[in-house]
C-alpha cells in the first residue's frame, strides 16, 4: 500500500521515498531536512510518516512546496556483504572481488559510485575497511563501508629455509596464525618440529584453517635442506680484504667495466649481485652479494660479500661560460667529495681561475687526486666561449607574449602538427624542446625551449621560452578511468554511472563536457568505448575516452519463459539453447552453469537457473526462465449465451437465423486478448426446426481447450390434418412452415398413408448366398445364410466360417478404420483450410465433428471404441466450400466381434444413415462426396499370426496387415475334387457327395492298379476273402488320403485352437 507524508500543517505528499524501498525498515542514517511555507520562510523541524499498514518508517527526504524529493542512496543495504577471503599460497595477502555497489538518485537514474580501494586489488592480511561514494549530476555524496577481510593470517611466519650439516631430528618454532575471530587456530606442519631430516632437501609446509570461516586457510612453506654448503675457491675477490678499490670513468662520479676476480665454488653456480661485469657502481661504498648454489642440491647455498671503492668524486662542474670578449676570467673550482681517506679537497683546473681566455672557446678540465690511491683520479669539464650570443628574430615565437594557442586534434585530447611561428636567430641554428613540429602536446600548457646554437661557435648559445596552450583541456589529461562492472538481472547488461570528467577552458572557466553513451546507459559485452567531449560552444573540442566492460556476462542469454502444453504422461519435451558466457577477465570464455539440463520436464512450472562465473574473481552473472506445463484449458468468464427458443409459427419457414456476442475466457498463463474463441454453428446461422446444441470453444496459447454449450430450439405450432399414424408417421414442420406427415424409418409412403417398406425387395441387403425375411419396423428384416453356408447372412455366407489366427498378444493391437467425411459449406463458418488449418475456426470445426460422430462410432461397439483420431493440419477443402476431414476410428482388436468386422458392415452400423440424412447433430454433412476417399480398413496385427489345422493363413495387405485362418474348403476349391467340402469350427473338414471311382469320406480316386488287383482277387479267392481285401484297400487309401489334406491346410506350423469370429465369414 502506498505510504503517506503528512507535515504539521497537513501537508500530504504520497510519492513513496526510495529509501527503504528494499524492505529496509531501520534507517542507518537520521537527516534533519527543511520545509518551505507559504510565506517564504523555511523551519526545521520532524515529518511524520504513514503507511497504510502495520509499519511505520522515519524517512530523509527534502521537502518543498513543490513536492517531496528523496536521498541519494544506495541499492543494496549494506551496499557490499562483508568479503571474505582466504590468503594466497605461501602468502599473508589475497586477491579481493565484490560485486560492485550501485546507488540511484532521486530521479531513479544510477549514480557514479566510486570505492577508495581497487575492486581485485591486493589486500594483506587481517580486515581492511572499504569505504565506497556515490556521487549524483548534483555533486550530492553518499558514502558506504564494508570490510574486507583475508584470514586466518601469519603473525609469526614459516622459519627461513634452514640448512642442517648433518641429518638428524630439528625442532623448530611452529608459526602462529590468528583468526578472524581473533583468536589463534591450530597451525599444523607437515612434518612437524622435531622430526627427523635425512634427505637432501625436505620441504616443510605449514597450514592453519579459520575457527569461523571453515573453508578458509593460510599457509606457508620453508626448505631443510641436509648437507654441507657450498665454499668460495681462492683467490677471489671475496678474499679479504674484500675490497675493489676503482676511480670513477673520466667526467663521471660513477664507475663501470671494473676489473675483478669473479668468486668461483667447486660444484655450485656463483651469481653477484650487483653483477660487476655490468652494473655502474656509484661514487663511495657499494657492497656486492655473491651466492654460490650447489649444482645439484639448490638449497645447499652459501654467501658472501665485498665491497667496491669508488674513489673520488667531484661536485658538478660549473657551468659553460659565455664572455663578450677576450678577458680575464674567474670561476670557481669544483670540489671532491671525500676520498678513500674520507679528506675532501678541491680540485685542480688547468687552465686555472683568472686566466685571460681568448676567441672563440677554451675547454676548462678540472681533477681531483685520491689521497690514498695514487694514480685514481675524478674528472670534469666546462667551456669558456668568447663573442657574443645569438639573439632572436622577430616576429617569432620567442618573441612576447610568448604563448601559442591550438585546439585539440579531432576525437583526442591532445594537439600536434599545428601551425606555429618556428623562432629563428641570425648565424644560428634553432632548435626547440619539445618540438612543435613533431611532438604531441598534452592538454592544457605546455613550456617549450627553443636554443639558438652560432654557427662558428657552437658554445656561443642563447635560449627562450614559450608555452603551447590546447584547450580545453581535461583534468590532469585524463578521462574516467576504466570500468568494470556485474550485470543485472538477465546477465547480460547492466546499468553504469560515472562522474563527467572535469575540464576547463584557455581563460580558466569549466568546459562543457558530454558523453557518448552518457552516463546512465545501459551496457552490454566485454568492452563499450565511452567518448566524453569538453566543448567551448560547440567549437573548441577536446576529446577523451575510457572502456566500460560488463564482466561475466552471457553473450546469449537465458531464453524467453516458455509455455507448452503437456503430453498424456505430463511431461514434456523442451529443447532450449543454453546461453553461453562472454569473454571474462581471463580472456577465456566466462563458465556457465544451469540447474537443470534435461529437456524433459514435469513439472507445472520448472525454473531454470543458469549462471556465468568469471575464472579469475568468481563474481558471477545470473540468468532465468520458467519452462510451464499447461495442461489446464480456458475457462468462460461467464459461460455460453444462454439458451433460446426461437418460434417460426407463421413465418413460412421451417427454420431462423440466430445472432449472439462471443462468450469471453481466461486462462493461467494466456493472455484474454490471446485466447481464441469459436462456436459452431457460428453467430448468425441458420438454425433447423428443432433443437440445435452450439458448442464454443476457447483455446490458449498452447493448444488446451475448454468448451461450454447451448441451445437453440426452433420452435412453432405443429397441427397435422388429419392427425398423423404415431405408430407410422411423425407431424412435423415443412420447408414452408406447414405441417405434414413424414413416415419415420422402416415405412414408405403410399396413398398418402406410410406402410411398411418390404427392404428385403428395395434394398436387398442380404448375402447372395442368405435368404431375406421381411419383418415390421422396427425388426425391419431379418437375414440367414442358407443351408451348409456360415456368417452372418448380411455380410458374410460361407461354406466355411473364417477364423482368425492365435496372435502373440492381442491386448495393446487396434482395429484402425479410416474415414474421410465432408461438412458442408453451410456448416464450417470460417474455417478456410487453404488459409490456415489450425485456425481458431477450424479447430473448432474439428472438435464439434469429433464430438457429434463419436455417439456414431461407439454405438459400432461401445466396449472396444478407444479414440478418434483427426490429424489437424491434415483437413482440406472442396470446391464447393466444403471442408474434408480425414481421421482414424481406433477399436481394440481383442474384441471378438471387431476383429473380422467388415468396412461395408462398419460404415452401415456407425455413420450411414448420418450421412444419407444429410445432418451429424448441429453440422450439415455432404450426402454424396464425390472427394471423399472411400473407407479403409488400416488395421496392422499380423505379426505373430498363426492358424490351426485345416486353415490356411491369409495376411490381407491392401494398405496394412490383417491375418484370417481361411478353411482349406474355401482356399483349395479341388479339396474334395467335385464333391461337396463341408468344415464346422473345431471340426475336422468332411468331403461328402463324392463322385463314382473315389472314396467316400474324402473324394479320393481309387488307383487303377488297385481295382485290377480286386478283380483278379475276386476270380481266384472268392468272395469272402474279396470283401475283406476291399475293407483294408479303403482303410489305406482313407489313410492317406487325409495326410495329404493335412498337409495341403498351410503353412503346416502348430498353433493353439483357432477362435471363431462371431457372425464373421468368406463370399463365396
Not at 426452433?714 to 414452408?736: D, Q, Y
Not at 464346422?984 to 463322385?995: F, I, L, R
Request: with cysteine; net charge negative; proline share 7%.
Amino acid at each position: 500500500m502506498e505510504p503517506r507524508v503528512t507535515t504539521k500543517h497537513g501537508i500530504q505528499n504520497k510519492r513513496l521515498c526510495r529509501v527503504w524501498r528494499r524492505g529496509r525498515h531501520t534507517p542507518k542514517r537520521k537527516h534533519s531536512w527543511w520545509r518551505g511555507l507559504s510565506d517564504g520562510s523555511k523551519t526545521l523541524g520532524p515529518v511524520i510518516f504513514e503507511e497504510l499498514s502495520e509499519h511505520a518508517f522515519e524517512l530523509s527526504c527534502v521537502f518543498t512546496l513543490l513536492g517531496t524529493f528523496c536521498d541519494l542512496v544506495f541499492d543494496a543495504d549494506p551496499c557490499v556483504v562483508e568479503v571474505n577471503v582466504q590468503p594466497d599460497a605461501n602468502k599473508n595477502e589475497a586477491r579481493a572481488f565484490w560485486i560492485f555497489p550501485t546507488a540511484t538518485d532521486v530521479n531513479d537514474n544510477p549514480a557514479a559510485v566510486s570505492c577508495d580501494q581497487p575492486n581485485g586489488g591486493i589486500f594483506s592480511g587481517g580486515k581492511t575497511t572499504v569505504t565506497c561514494t556515490a556521487t549524483d549530476v548534483t555533486d550530492q555524496t553518499e558514502t558506504c563501508s564494508f570490510d574486507v577481510k583475508v584470514y586466518p593470517t601469519f603473525s609469526t611466519g614459516c622459519p627461513n629455509n634452514t640448512i642442517l650439516e648433518t641429518g638428524g631430528t630439528w625442532g623448530f618454532n611452529t608459526p602462529i596464525a590468528v583468526g578472524s575471530d581473533d583468536t589463534n587456530p591450530e597451525v599444523t606442519c607437515k612434518p612437524p618440529t622435531g622430526s627427523t631430516f635425512t634427505d637432501p632437501a625436505t620441504e616443510v609446509t605449514c597450514t592453519a584453517m579459520d575457527s569461523l570461516l571453515i573453508d578458509q586457510q593460510v599457509s606457508c612453506v620453508f626448505t631443510v635442506s641436509v648437507g654441507s654448503i657450498p665454499t668460495f675457491n681462492t683467490p677471489g675477490s671475496c678474499d679479504a680484504p674484500g675490497i675493489i678499490n676503482v676511480q670513477p670513468d673520466t667526467g663521471k662520479n660513477t664507475a663501470s667495466g671494473i676489473t675483478w676476480i669473479k668468486p668461483a665454488s667447486t660444484d655450485s653456480t656463483v651469481s653477484c649481485e650487483p653483477d660487476p661485469d655490468t652494473a655502474a657502481f656509484p661514487g663511495g661504498v657499494t657492497n656486492v652479494t655473491c651466492t654460490a648454489t650447489n649444482d645439484v642440491t639448490p638449497t645447499l647455498f652459501s654467501a658472501c660479500e665485498f665491497a667496491v671503492h669508488v674513489y673520488p668524486t667531484l661536485l658538478a662542474c660549473p657551468a659553460d661560460i659565455i664572455i663578450p670578449a677576450a678577458a680575464p676570467q674567474d670561476f670557481e673550482a669544483p670540489t671532491a667529495n671525500a676520498d678513500s681517506n674520507e679528506a675532501p679537497k678541491v680540485a685542480t683546473c688547468d687552465p686555472v681561475s683568472g686566466t685571460n681566455f681568448s676567441i672563440p672557446s677554451t675547454v676548462v678540465n678540472c681533477k681531483a687526486t685520491d689521497s690514498v690511491f695514487t694514480g685514481q683520479e675524478a674528472s670534469c669539464s666546462f667551456t669558456i666561449s668568447v663573442g657574443a650570443k645569438p639573439v632572436f628574430d622577430a616576429p617569432g615565437s620567442c618573441v612576447a607574449p610568448f604563448i601559442i594557442d591550438v585546439s585539440p586534434d579531432d576525437d583526442k585530447t591532445t594537439a600536434s602538427g599545428f601551425t606555429w611561428d618556428k623562432p629563428s636567430a641570425t648565424g644560428a641554428t634553432v632548435s626547440c624542446e619539445p618540438d612543435p613540429d613533431s611532438a604531441i602536446f598534452q592538454g592544457g600548457d605546455t613550456n617549450v625551449t627553443c636554443t639558438a646554437t652560432d654557427d662558428t661557435t657552437p658554445t656561443l648559445i642563447e635560449t627562450c621560452e614559450l608555452t603551447v596552450r590546447v584547450f580545453p583541456a581535461f583534468e590532469d589529461n585524463e578521462c574516467v578511468s576504466d570500468l568494470i562492472r556485474q550485470p543485472g538481472v538477465g546477465g547480460i547488461s547492466a546499468k553504469v554511472a560515472w562522474l563527467l570528467p572535469k575540464a576547463t577552458l584557455k581563460n580558466g572557466d569549466p568546459a562543457t563536457v558530454a558523453c557518448i553513451p552518457e552516463s546512465g546507459s545501459s551496457f552490454s559485452g566485454l568492452e563499450t568505448d565511452v567518448v566524453c567531449t569538453a566543448s567551448e560552444a560547440d567549437v573548441d573540442v577536446s576529446t577523451c575516452s575510457f572502456k566500460v566492460s560488463i564482466q561475466p556476462s552471457f553473450i546469449q542469454g537465458c531464453p524467453e519463459d516458455t509455455l507448452v502444453v503437456a503430453d498424456s504422461n505430463g511431461e514434456q519435451v523442451v529443447p532450449w539453447e543454453p546461453p553461453t558466457g562472454n569473454t571474462d577477465s581471463t580472456g577465456e570464455p566466462a563458465n556457465v552453469t544451469c540447474n537443470y539440463a534435461g529437456w524433459t520436464f514435469n513439472q507445472t512450472e520448472t525454473l531454470v537457473k543458469c549462471v556465468a562465473t568469471d575464472a579469475l574473481s568468481s563474481l558471477t552473472a545470473e540468468c532465468s526462465f520458467k519452462v510451464i506445463l499447461d495442461s489446464t484449458a480456458p475457462s468462460f468468464t461467464d459461460g455460453c449465451p444462454n439458451d433460446v427458443s426461437i418460434n417460426v409459427t407463421s413465418t413460412g419457414s421451417n427454420m431462423a437465423a440466430h445472432t449472439w456476442e462471443m462468450p469471453e475466457a481466461t486462462d493461467d498463463y494466456t493472455p484474454p486478448t490471446q485466447i481464441k474463441v469459436s462456436c459452431v454453428p457460428a453467430s448468425n446461422s441458420t438454425f433447423l426446426f428443432g433443437e440445435t446444441t452450439v458448442l464454443c470453444f476457447a483455446i490458449d496459447s498452447v493448444g488446451n481447450t475448454g468448451s461450454c454449450s447451448f441451445t437453440v430450439s426452433v420452435i412453432g405450432t405443429v397441427e397435422c390434418t388429419p392427425e398423423c399414424n404415431a405408430t407410422s408417421s411423425t407431424c412435423t414442420l415443412s420447408n414452408k412452415g406447414e405441417s405434414e406427415c413424414i413416415c419415420n424409418e422402416g415405412y414408405t409412403p403410399s396413398d398418402d398413408q406410410c406402410t411398411n417398406k418390404d427392404e428385403c425387395k428395395v434394398d436387398q441387403p442380404c448375402h447372395a448366398m442368405a435368404d431375406c425375411l421381411d419383418l415390421e419396423p422396427p425388426e425391419m428384416f431379418n437375414c440367414s445364410c442358407k443351408e451348409g453356408y456360415f456368417g452372418d447372412g448380411m455380410y458374410s455366407c460361407s461354406s466355411a466360417p473364417v477364423v482368425f489366427p492365435d496372435l502373440d498378444s492381442t491386448e495393446n493391437l487396434e482395429k484402425v478404420f479410416n474415414v474421410e467425411i465432408a461438412i458442408a459449406d453451410s456448416s464450417v463458418g470460417a474455417c478456410e483450410p487453404y488459409v490456415d488449418t489450425e485456425s481458431v475456426e477450424c479447430i473448432a470445426l474439428v472438435r464439434t465433428f469429433i464430438i457429434q460422430v463419436t455417439p456414431l462410432y461407439q454405438q459400432v461397439s461401445v466396449d472396444s471404441f478407444i479414440r478418434i483420431d483427426v490429424n489437424q493440419t491434415s483437413i482440406r477443402c472442396c470446391r464447393n466450400g466444403s471442408v474434408i476431414i480425414p481421421h482414424n476410428v481406433i477399436y481394440n482388436f481383442s474384441y471378438e466381434g471387431i476383429r473380422g468386422m467388415s468396412v461395408d458392415e462398419f460404415y452401415d452400423k456407425s455413420i450411414k444413415a448420418a450421412v444419407e440424412s444429410g445432418r451429424m447433430g448441429s453440422l450439415t454433412v455432404v450426402v454424396n462426396c464425390t472427394t471423399c476417399q472411400v473407407t479403409k480398413d488400416h488395421t496392422d496385427v499380423c505379426a505373430g499370426a498363426q492358424c490351426g489345422e485345416g486353415y490356411t493363413l491369409v495376411n490381407d495387405t491392401i494398405g496394412k496387415c490383417i491375418p484370417t485362418c481361411v478353411s482349406v474348403c474355401t482356399s483349395n476349391s479341388e479339396y474334395c475334387n467335385e464333391g461337396t467340402c463341408t468344415h464346422e469350427v473345431g471340426k475336422p473338414v468332411v468331403c461328402s457327395n463324392c463322385p463314382a471311382e473315389t472314396t467316400e469320406e474324402t473324394c479320393e480316386p481309387i488307383p487303377q492298379q488297385d481295382l485290377a488287383l480286386i478283380i483278379g482277387l475276386s476270380v481266384g479267392l472268392g468272395v469272402p476273402a474279396l470283401c475283406i481285401i476291399i475293407g483294408i484297400i479303403v482303410y489305406c487309401v482313407y489313410s492317406n488320403g487325409k495326410k495329404s489334406k493335412v498337409n495341403m491346410s498351410g503353412d503346416g506350423g502348430s498353433s493353439n485352437d483357432a477362435m471363431a469370429m462371431e457372425n464373421a465369414g468368406v463370399a463365396t
